[in-house]
């Protein structure tokens, strides 16, 4: 069965500072790996999804993230954080059985605070 | 417009209760979902609907049974509520695509159980 792990349940940045959240997944085959966003009292957003090709992809609010095979990783990176942006980040993976979307398994989560 | 929306957002009730909670979404996408958040935010899927089907149905008390009217609709349906059922429960939905679906979801639902 597919799992994803994130490591860091809180993390603390300082405003301006650059940003790398962890993802490990395990998944037998391809995995589609996304990350969403959740703001305190409020539903998920989509930041970004990778199915294949470039391993590095582009999301919303200028949030990257990279996908690594041989390490089974799909950290999230920002160059310089804004306030706006602590939230609650999950890490996904999709899965396909052939009938149809499994529906994803997320990772525990990280918080992230930013200091002014 | 909402994409994915919930009805109702805040919902208290009285253990050995019945509610509802409503989804509905107008992406015009064929597989619907709920998940429930615990209190360690910790998310779970529940149930998925695809064409009125259920394809997948997680191990959660049958007490829980999903209902879809059409295709944009997917309402959760809980019987005799539980304490342990507090949760933020979200719906979310996608469009086939033999694996890559993107989820959209909904505001969520949040559920105390008194």
């Known amino acids: 069965a597919q799992s994803v792990t994130q490591p860091d349940i809180h993390i603390t940045v300082s405003e301006g500072a650059s940003l790398e959240l962890r993802c490990n997944y395990s998944?037998?085959?391809?995995?589609?790996l996304f990350w969403y966003v959740q703001s305190p009292g409020q539903g998920l957003q989509l930041l970004l999804k990778?199915?294949?090709?470039?391993?590095l992809v582009q999301g919303i609010k200028g949030f990257e993230a990279e996908f690594k095979r041989s390490q089974s990783s799909f950290n999230l990176r920002k160059p310089s954080v804004h306030w706006s942006d602590a939230a609650e980040y999950f890490c996904a993976v999709g899965t396909y059985s052939g009938g149809g979307a499994d529906g994803l398994t997320f990772g525990k989560g990280t918080h992230l605070i930013i200091q002014p | 417009d909402t994409a994915v929306s919930q009805t109702p957002k805040y919902l208290v009730t009285q253990m050995g209760n019945d509610k509802s909670i409503k989804c509905e979404q107008n992406?015009?996408?064929?597989?619907m979902y709920w998940y429930k958040q615990d209190s360690k935010k910790f998310l779970k899927i529940m149930f998925s609907y695809n064409n009125k089907e259920l394809i997948i149905n997680e191990t959660v008390p049958n007490r829980f049974s999903p209902k879809s009217p059409d295709k944009a609709h997917l309402n959760l349906h809980i019987n005799s509520l539980e304490l342990g059922d507090s949760a933020v429960y979200f719906c979310?939905?996608?469009?086939?695509?033999?694996?890559?679906?993107?989820?959209?979801f909904g505001p969520g639902t949040r559920l105390l159980v008194l």
């Open positions: 992406l015009g996408h064929d597989t």
């Open positions: 998944y037998g085959a391809t995995p589609y």
């Open positions: 979310a939905s996608s469009q086939e695509d033999s694996g890559r679906e993107t989820q959209y």
């Open positions: 990778y199915f294949s090709g470039d391993t």
